[in-house]
């Protein structure tokens, strides 16, 4: 079974310019969430979706994030315009829709802002 | 806001030895999770601990659960080098969907 995809793995960018992150969750599974990993901390929900559906964006910021999933399969994450504190590494997960207390994440996308 | 405290942040051991982590939160809970990650990788989910259950095992991995408390300790047994990595706690609290909160981790270094 292919896990999580996610690209790109690194990007470097100047401060206000955008980015964008793209995942591929794990076929089948209906749950897929972004959290953002600071270096030395845990990482933080962003956003969960339930098939194409917002579940949770509590902690998104939204004046610059955005996320979709328009056909409640793969996933963007946009930062728009970025700051140097959103330097971080951006994690995708996904879960079954049997098993929702599990979650199965991608390798990441590592950001640095410049 | 990050729920889980853990402790140490950083623990060195030889292989062999066994290593402990602890997980304090804050909030009721309606399981406790552990997960792993490698320098640079994603995370890797180890073993789920429900709010009902006290301990729990899986190989080499023991997990408590002590709800009064608010804590939870894993213990990996008879560690190896390939054991190295950070291990994050993260809760799933009650009534807040399929969202997990994770702790800041504690950076395990397992020397051969």
């Known amino acids: 079974e292919a896990g999580v995809a996610q690209s790109p793995r690194y990007k470097i960018i100047e401060k206000r310019q955008s980015v964008a992150f793209w995942c591929n969750p794990i076929?089948?599974?209906?749950?897929l969430y972004w959290y953002q990993q600071i270096l030395g901390q845990g990482p933080k929900l962003l956003i969960q979706f339930q098939n194409n559906g917002v579940v949770d964006d509590s902690q998104l910021p939204k004046d610059r994030f955005s996320a979709e999933r328009l056909k409640g399969v793969d996933s963007t994450l946009k930062i728009q315009p970025a700051k140097l504190e959103d330097s971080a590494v951006y994690l995708c997960?996904?879960?079954?829709?049997?098993?929702?207390?599990?979650?199965?994440f991608g390798p990441g996308t590592r950001l640095t802002v410049l | 806001s990050q729920q889980g405290e853990e402790d140490p942040q950083a623990l060195s051991i030889q292989e062999g030895e066994n290593a402990t982590m602890n997980c304090s939160y804050k909030t009721s809970i309606n399981n406790l999770q552990w997960y792993r990650q490698n320098s640079g990788r994603g995370l890797v989910h180890l073993i789920l601990i429900r709010s009902n259950e006290r301990e729990k095992h899986s190989g080499r991995l023991r997990v408590t659960l002590d709800t009064s408390k608010k804590s939870s300790s894993l213990l990996i047994t008879a560690s190896r080098a390939a054991d190295t990595a950070s291990y994050f706690c993260a809760t799933r609290p009650y009534n807040q969907g399929g969202k997990l909160i994770f702790g800041q981790g504690t950076e395990l270094s397992v020397k051969p």
């Open positions: 076929s089948g599974h209906a749950t």
């Open positions: 997960a996904s879960s079954p829709p049997t098993r929702t207390d599990t979650q199965y």
